[in-house]
């Protein structure tokens, strides 16, 4: 039986994995034992999930949430413990599943590597922000991620038909659905509302990612995870549109052929998939029947209209802390859209000059990241003060 951990367990993510797990145990294969759950403060959902699931751990960040997790397991389930801290997390594990939304997934990516273990990653935040730290952690014995973001799973499955990469391929394309405003000019965005931007066509996912795909940002960030997962340049990773979401992601090989990945769009396929590498899961998520599909259709992003994408790639070419200083400040400016702040094309706008200010540091330590990540948030919150107020 494989032990699984899940960090940022209430989320989009993390509820999907235990849709996995309850998937498996009802066909009869006990493959998985559920061994920790971590969230920030989701009180009831994580009661329920600890009820149901018994792990030996519940961590909650927030100590007044956590105060209520342990009085209420302390009378249901007086055998699981309640925890601060997502460190004791990967030594009880097999598997570790870092679900958790933004850079606060960060500690969970940095623990579950230096313990050796496996990183199932759908916190891409971490991995952008903190590239120059969490490569060498990667070297340790036992420490490998497999992605779970559904495009570098897909990658890193048809990675998986060549014997040398760095001699084999091309490059990689990161299919893009193109949000709910592709096609859209730029004038037709200016005051589009908040409800519209979570109009996800394809994904039903989280707020923040909804909005980052709305924006392209999410795939600007992805391109800088694709960097920083599989180690090519820049220049061999490219974007297209596809607005049926159901080939994931492709690689295009030095002789011409391109091997892509295609199924439903269904999360529970990656996870599952992370949790069982290098075999196959028994369990089908998304298979496509092909009496229905009609066909796929493949477009240019238009990177005109959606700038962040270009920012990101900007970032990433830069390195360093170009690219936590790029997630922060779309953090800050996503929170800032949700609340109400500022206006949906006003997010690039509080990205790109939030950059302006980048310092150029070069990270040696996470001490770095989370000093680059705060210096950011400054930026970008003055600058939404000054769209509030302008
Ligand atoms: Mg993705």
Redesign the pocket.
């Known amino acids: 039986m494989k032990r699984v951990a899940i960090a940022g367990s209430t989320g989009s993510i993390g509820t999907q994995t235990l849709e996995v797990i309850a998937e498996s145990k009802s066909q009869g294969d006990e493959l998985y034992e559920l061994v920790a759950l971590s969230v920030n403060s989701s009180v009831e959902a994580v009661i329920v999930q600890a009820q149901n699931f018994k792990p030996k751990i519940v961590v909650v960040a927030n100590e007044s949430a956590r105060k209520i997790v342990a009085k209420e397991l302390a009378i249901t389930d007086p055998k699981i413990e309640v925890a601060a801290d997502v460190a004791q997390m990967p030594s009880i594990a097999d598997v570790v599943v870092n679900g958790v939304v933004g850079f606060a997934g960060l500690s969970v990516t940095i623990e579950t590597l230096k313990a050796g273990k496996r990183l199932a990653l759908a916190n891409?935040e971490s991995l952008i922000a903190a590239g120059p730290i969490v490569a060498p952690l990667r070297k340790i014995s036992g420490a490998e991620i497999v992605p779970v973001?559904?495009?570098?799973c897909a990658i890193h499955q048809c990675l998986r038909s060549s014997q040398n990469v760095s001699h084999d391929v091309a490059r990689l394309l990161l299919t893009a659905s193109g949000g709910p405003f592709r096609g859209r000019t730029k004038i037709s965005l200016e005051k589009v509302t908040i409800q519209d931007a979570l109009k996800h066509p394809t994904?039903l996912m989280g707020p923040k990612?909804t909005i980052d795909s709305s924006t392209l940002m999410?795939?600007g960030l992805?391109v800088i995870e694709a960097h920083e997962l599989f180690g090519l340049d820049y220049q061999c990773i490219d974007v297209v549109v596809h607005p049926q979401s159901i080939v994931h992601s492709m690689v295009e090989f030095r002789d011409g052929a391109t091997i892509a990945q295609l199924s439903l769009p269904d999360m529970r396929l990656p996870i599952a998939y992370a949790l069982e590498y290098p075999q196959r899961s028994a369990v089908s998520f998304g298979a496509i029947d092909w009496t229905k599909l009609s066909r796929l259709d493949f477009e240019k992003p238009d990177s005109d209209t959606f700038r962040c994408l270009d920012l990101a790639y900007a970032a990433g070419r830069i390195g360093g802390t170009a690219p936590a200083w790029l997630s922060a400040a779309n953090e800050i400016a996503v929170e800032a859209f949700l609340a109400g702040e500022v206006q949906w094309s006003q997010i690039s706008v509080i990205i790109e000059a939030t950059m302006q200010h980048h310092d150029g540091l070069i990270p040696t330590q996470v001490e770095d990241i989370l000093e680059a990540d705060k210096v950011a948030r400054r930026w970008a919150r003055d600058l939404v003060r000054k769209e509030v107020a302008s």
């Open positions: 891409k973001d559904s495009e570098h994904w990612i999410n795939k992805e």
